[in-house]
């Protein structure tokens, strides 16, 4: 992907911050995908999630049954945006736990 000038332009007006873990950047490893980060015309903040929010993603990933398919890098970048609508928004509109889906039986 390459920005074009007004495209990095109206990019750049409408981003607050790109936040992402230090785990994810450290996967970039070829040299062309590490030069387009360099050239990106904003910075990526580094951050880590907070604790609760790591078991928290942790505790409903595993209700889901969707754990075992998730990388602990996976996991952390979820525990982050977690993390950032909390400081942001706060929790009430993120589910602590899946809601239950209830099977009706056909009877036949």
């Known amino acids: 992907m390459n920005l074009r000038g007004d495209e990095a332009r109206i990019l750049c007006e ?8 230090k785990e994810v950047l450290a996967e970039v490893r070829d040299k062309k995908s590490r ?4 050239r990106l015309p904003f910075g990526i903040d580094v951050e880590e999630p907070d604790e609760d929010c790591l078991k928290a993603v942790v ?3 595993r209700a889901t049954g969707d754990l075992s398919f998730l990388s602990e890098v996976d996991v952390r970048v979820i ?4 993390s950032l609508e909390k400081s942001v928004h706060g929790l009430e509109n993120i589910k602590g736990l899946p809601e239950q889906v209830k099977v009706k039986r056909a009877c036949f």
């Not at 409408?14 to 873990?21: F, G, N, R, S």
């Not at 030069?35 to 360099?38: G, I």
């Not at 525990?79 to 977690?82: C, E, F, N, S, V």
């Open 14 to 21: 409408i981003l607050v911050a790109v936040v992402d873990t």
């Open 79 to 82: 525990a982050l945006t977690r």
């Open 35 to 38: 030069e387009w980060l360099d």
């Open 59 to 61: 505790r409903f990933a």
